[in-house]
């Protein structure tokens, strides 16, 4: 281990594993997809005033959210501060798990190093 204390925050970043990944998402709305929703309100059993509200609905929605980003400010804090963090701490190495045995800084090393 270290005597390095590490943050709470940092802690549940490096958590998340090495599988986890940051979704992006696309303001893009696609043609196709709007093709699709069409199709499906058009078929359904609502009664025409019934399908132009849901249509109007929709179109709000896309009118309301097409400038917004994922923008997830805390976690991106988090994100950057786990990255700070990690550049002004070498002596601390990330691995994955050992199942609770813990061979020290340069048994990594010397594993590294061969």
Known sequence: MT?????ENILKVLALGPKFS???YSNDC????IAVFDNFVNNSE???LDKI???NKFVDILKNNSNKKFN????????NGTKK???NNKDIIITKADKGKYEGKHYYISLIAS
């Open 3 to 7: 005597n390095i204390p590490i943050p």
């Open 22 to 24: 940051i979704p992006k």
């Open 30 to 33: 696609k043609f196709h997809d």
């Open 46 to 48: 609502k009664d025409d």
């Open 53 to 55: 509200s849901i249509k």
């Open 72 to 79: 997830n400010i805390i976690f991106d804090r988090d994100i």
């Open 85 to 87: 963090f990690l550049n």
